[in-house]
């Protein structure tokens, strides 16, 4: 087992960034792919990001890639996510993720073991 805690979340305005942070401890960080899940009000949980184990594979779900970078630094046991360009529809508790198996499957939320509480991001127009 591993325990996630995210912070770095907050008001915004449109157009502005925001950096996301997910400190992991328990197990072996480099066991996991971590993931980025976000959840609007009354909207199902959306895949954000995903980072492998090593760090040398990303994915992005289609309505941020091109705004959001997600990476990680296996020194620190810490993901992060660099959100520009925000917008209202980005308004939402995100979630950190971590899995310890096939990364094929790295954008389907119930597959993921260990969550972190989730921060709030909102973004104001």
């Known amino acids: 087992q591993v325990q996630l805690v995210e912070s770095g979340g907050g008001l915004v305005q449109t157009g502005g960034s925001l950096r996301l942070s997910c400190a992991v401890s328990?197990?072996?960080?480099?066991?996991?792919?971590m993931a980025w899940f976000r959840q609007g009000l009354e909207k199902e949980r959306e895949f954000v990001a995903a980072?492998?184990?090593?760090?040398?594979?990303?994915d992005y779900g289609d309505s941020v890639k091109g705004r959001i970078t997600i990476s990680r630094d296996n020194t620190k046991n810490t993901v992060y996510l660099q959100m520009n360009s925000l917008k209202p529809e980005d308004t939402a508790v995100y979630y950190c993720?971590?899995?310890?198996?096939?990364?094929?499957?790295?954008?389907?939320?119930?597959?993921?073991?260990?969550w972190g509480q989730g921060t709030q991001v909102t973004v104001s127009s």
């Open positions: 993720a971590a899995k310890s198996a096939d990364w094929l499957t790295r954008r389907t939320p119930f597959l993921y073991a260990n």
């Open positions: 328990g197990r072996s960080f480099t066991a996991y792919h």
């Open positions: 980072v492998n184990w090593n760090g040398d594979s990303t």
